[in-house]
Structure formats: structure tokens, C-alpha cells
């Protein structure tokens, strides 16, 4: 049946879905209009709201980049090819690959949505070399897992209120990750999500007469040479001994970072542990910037949309949009349906605002009071504004950049597997929110 229904979603999506570039020029143009017409700004205002906000996301746009980039280093090294291509090997038909991809990327995710977003892609692509099977599903279903990030070990939100010092600690206080992450109800979430989003793959796969192959050497098929230093340059950029010399006392500040110093992952940290193990594992410095120039060819999305969603970020937060749009919804809410509410709003404001940390920072205010008011659980209404964050990722292809660079697609190649994921995700996580 979902094959079926799939069929036509695919095709929709196919046949209208712009490039992700065209996506967000007319979302920009949808809040600016919005904010004038619903917060009475004024075109100048909005204008410079917009502009002042267009650089917003440098530091963040840089840190995406190097996703992309650190994590196609380490994968293209020898031994990390070698593993894929081991654990690719446990696929033996198309509908077992579907399912092995979506539970590694749903692992990955979960542990970091930065892991998750790389880790998925590479081993989609490893897949792809060794298994006959539809690639545009085999992407989507490895983007799949990505959904399940906020509610996992680098969830933004839960991660925030658990921090002293927090910006609503005065309101609510630390709320520890066992009420949050750990909470019965979130790990019930997670646990049928890893059931329901690899079953769903698997009845989605297209019969063989409409499944879209790749082949080897449209994945990129490499052709290794001997190659033999003449220049004292060429000795060093294929020397090992230097590149360790740099790797190993990388990999012991990790060692140091994790077991001594007892922190936990971040966008940076993952970047960084990409890196360094990228140096060691690929021996050589040549061998190394090889991979980087193979890795930056997909680039281009990250670097000229994201300032676009800073702007947008800044129209939305700055003129009061987001706000009123969460205040709409806490207004019509109880204490038992608030966590659905907010689950709805975010995953609406998320279409303009795809950042977790940012979101929370717009949708707090107005959540927490309501929570309190209404005499909610707190952590339950955080946990459904995380869930709603990372739900209409399935819908918003700004997170899909990466991925897509990294599989040779386009967002119209995969949206359409991803709608079915909207529909049912959106329905099991609503419902057990409220329910559980």
C-alpha cells in the first residue's frame, strides 16, 4: 500500500519541488510578506530587519561546511572504505539495504545529527556499489533517520535546560536530561520510530521497472597509481611520519576532551574528531587534500543559502512572527493538549527557522508561560518543540544540503519518499506526546 501511495507522492514532488535555492527565496518572500501583513512592519523595516540579519549564520554556515567536508575525508580513507564496504556487505537484497541504511543513519543521529547527516550519505552511497537498489530511496531513507535527532544524545533543546546558567533557568530552572532525553515517554518515541521508519522504507521500495539506478562509476569509481616522490615537497606531502606527528596528539586532546575532562559531543567536537582521525587514517598529506578537493565540490547549497535563512531567521524573530504564531497556538491549548500544540507550531516555525537553538529562543517565551499557566509538564512541552523542530526537516530541505551533496542528488530526488515520513512520523509522535 505504501508503495502505492508513495508512487504518486514521488511524482508530485518530482514534477513541482524547485531547487532548494528557489525554496528559499519564496520563503523569504513569505515572511516578509507575512510580517507586513500580520505584525504591521513597515517594507523598510523589513527590508533592514533582513539585511541586518543576512550574516547571522556565518559561524554556523562554516561549522556546516566542515560536516560536509571532515566527514568525506574520513570516510574516503582506506580503512573507513573498508569498513563500509564490510558492513554493506550484511545487504543481500534491495529491501534489506533500505532497512540497513535507515537503522545507521538512525543510530548516527541519534548519537549526533552531524555524525548522523555524514555517517547515513557515505554509507548510502556504499550500499549503492555493492546493491542493485532504487538510489533515490536509499538517500531518502537515510536522511529518514535524521528526524529522530532532538530527541536524542545532541538534542539542542534538552541539552539547553539542562545547562546551569541556561537563559529561562530563572523561570523554570535545570531540568536534568532524565525528564527530558531519558524521560519514559522520549525513549518510548524513539523506540517505535526505529521500528515504524525502517519498516516504512522497506514498503516504500519501487518495483525494479520504476526503481532509478546508479552505477559504479557514477558513484565515482577510483583508479589507484603508484605514485613515486621526485621533489623534496613531494617526499613531505606523502610523508606519514608528519601527518602523525599532527594526528596522534589531535586524537589524545579527544581522549582528554571525552575521559578526563567528561564532556559530551558538539557540532565542533565532531568536526574536529572527523578531522583528526582523517589525518592519521589517510597516512599522507597528498592523499588527504585529494579527498578535500573530491569533498568541496558539494559545497555550493551550504554556502549560498544559508545566509538567505539568516535573514529570514531575523525577519521572523525580529518583527514578532514566530512569537505571535506560538501565542496563536498556546492560546487554544489545555495542560493535556499543550504538548501537541507545541509540537505543531514548531514544526511550522521550523520551515523558516531551521535551527533548533534558535527556535527554542523564539518559541520559549511564549511556551514555558503557557506551560506554567496551564500547569503543563515543562519538560514534556520542551521535548514537543524539539520533536516539532526535527519533524518538518522531513519537509524543509535546508538539513538535506549536506546529503544530497554527498549523494550526487537534488532535494526533488527524495522529498517526495519524505512526505510519507511527514504524514506517519508526524501522526506517532503527536499522538504519543499527548497519550503517554
Known amino acids: 500500500m505504501l508503495r502505492a501511495i508513495s508512487r504518486p507522492a514521488v511524482s508530485l514532488v518530482e514534477r513541482y519541488l524547485p531547487d532548494p535555492f528557489i525554496f528559499v527565496l519564496i520563503l523569504t518572500l513569505v515572511a516578509a510578506g507575512c510580517a507586513m501583513v500580520f505584525q504591521g512592519a513597515s517594507p523598510v523595516a523589513v527590508v533592514e530587519m533582513w539585511g541586518n540579519g543576512f550574516w547571522g549564520l556565518l559561524t554556523f554556515s562554516m561549522q556546516m561546511l566542515l560536516v560536509l567536508v571532515t566527514g568525506f575525508i574520513l570516510a574516503s580513507s582506506p580503512p573507513i572504505k573498508k569498513f563500509l564496504a564490510a ?4 545487504a543481500k537484497t534491495p529491501g534489506s539495504a533500505i532497512v540497513l541504511v535507515t537503522v545507521v543513519s538512525l543510530v548516527a543521529s541519534w548519537i549526533n545529527w552531524g555524525f548522523g547527516l555524514v555517517v547515513g550519505a557515505l554509507f548510502a552511497r556504499e550500499l549503492a556499489r555493492q546493491i542493485t537498489v532504487d538510489y533515490r530511496l536509499l538517500i531518502a531513507a537515510a536522511y529518514s533517520g535524521f528526524v529522530i535527532w532532538h530527541g536524542g544524545l545532541a538534542g539542542s533543546i534538552p541539552l539547553t535546560i539542562a545547562t546551569p546558567g541556561h537563559f ?6 535545570v531540568i536534568d536530561t532524565g525528564q527530558t532525553i531519558f524521560a519514559g515517554f522520549n525513549l518510548i518515541i524513539v523506540a517505535v520510530l526505529f521500528i515504524v521508519i525502517p519498516l516504512t522504507n522497506w514498503l516504500m521500495l519501487p518495483k525494479a521497472e520504476e526503481s532509478v539506478y546508479v552505477t559504479r562509476a ?14 623534496p615537497a613531494e617526499h613531505l606531502e606523502n610523508s606519514r611520519i608528519l601527518m602523525w606527528l ?14 578526563v575532562q567528561g564532556n559530551s559531543l558538539n557540532l565542533n567536537v565532531v568536526n574536529y574528531m572527523f578531522l583528526m582521525l582523517g589525518v592519521v587514517l589517510h597516512g599522507t598529506a597528498r592523499n588527504l587534500l585529494d579527498a578535500l578537493n573530491e569533498a568541496v565540490k558539494g ?26 504564531l506560538s501565542e496563536g497556538f498556546a492560546a487554544i491549548s489545555t495542560a493535556a493538549t499543550l504538548p501537541f500544540w507545541s509540537f505543531i507550531s514548531a514544526g511550522i516555525v521550523n520551515l523558516f527557522v531551521p535551527s533548533g537553538g534558535g527556535q ?19 519538560a514534556r512541552v520542551a521535548m514537543a518543540v524539539a520533536w516539532g ?3 518538518t526537516n522531513l519537509l524543509q530541505p535546508f538539513w538535506a544540503l549536506p546529503m544530497l551533496a554527498i549523494a550526487g542528488l537534488k532535494a526533488k530526488d527524495i522529498m517526495g519518499f519524505c512526505l510519507i515520513h511527514l504524514v506517519i512520523t ?8 499527548v497519550l503517554l
Open 87 to 90: 558492513l554493506a556487505g550484511l
Open 168 to 173: 529561562t533557568e530563572d523561570q523554570i530552572g
Open 218 to 231: 557514477q558513484l565515482g569509481e577510483e583508479t589507484t597509481t603508484a605514485f613515486v616522490p621526485s621533489r
Open 246 to 259: 599532527v594526528g596522534v596528539p589531535g586524537l589524545i586532546y579527544l581522549f582528554q576532551y571525552f575521559l
Open 299 to 324: 559545497g555550493a547549497g551550504i554556502v549560498i543559502q544559508f545566509p538567505f535563512y539568516a535573514g529570514i531567521m531575523a525577519i521572523m524573530t525580529q518583527s514578532g512572527l514566530a512569537q505571535s
Open 360 to 378: 527554542w529562543a523564539v518559541q520559549a517565551p511564549v511556551m514555558l508561560p503557557a506551560a506554567e499557566a496551564l500547569g503543563a509538564d515543562v
Open 389 to 391: 523542530d526535527a519533524w
Open 426 to 433: 508526524g501522526a506517532i509522535i503527536s499522538a504519543l506526546l
